[in-house]
Nanobody, 113 residues
Framework: QVQLVESGGGLVQAGGSLELSCAAS????????MTWYRQAPGKQRDFVAR???????NYADSVKGRFTISRDPTKTTVYLQMNSLKPEDTAVYYC???????WGRGTQVTVSS
């Protein structure tokens, strides 16, 4: 069965960095687009970044230039490197297989001012 397990969240000061990981299993990782979303308290879940099977990436405007998505097919893991973090980046971050119904359980990122 499809499993997505996020890790790497935590508490960081504004301006700091974190790297999130999403370990994937139960499907053919190499041919699937992988996406990161986030949900702040009381808000809808929003798109953050996407990486296709061939490595093409795109980002939400709010994170462009600060976040980098990457993937390691040997580890079937997708990463989200987050730099220059802001308090408004505080959210639960979720990994998703493309636009499918397969989601991870999320990892909390809290950025203090």
């Amino acid at each position: 069965q499809v499993q997505l397990v996020e890790s790497g969240g935590g508490l960081v000061q504004a301006g700091g960095s974190l790297e999130l990981s999403c370990a994937a299993s139960g499907f053919v990782f190499s041919v699937n687009t992988m996406t990161w979303y986030r949900q702040a308290p009381g808000k809808q879940r929003d798109f953050v970044a996407r990486i296709t099977s061939s490595g093409v990436t795109n980002y939400a405007d709010s994170v462009k230039g600060r976040f980098t998505i990457s993937r390691d097919p040997t580890k079937t893991t997708v990463y989200l490197q987050m730099n220059s973090l802001k308090p408004e980046d505080t959210a639960v971050y979720y990994c998703r297989v493309g636009e499918s119904t397969y989601w991870g359980r999320g990892t909390q990122v809290t950025v203090s001012s």
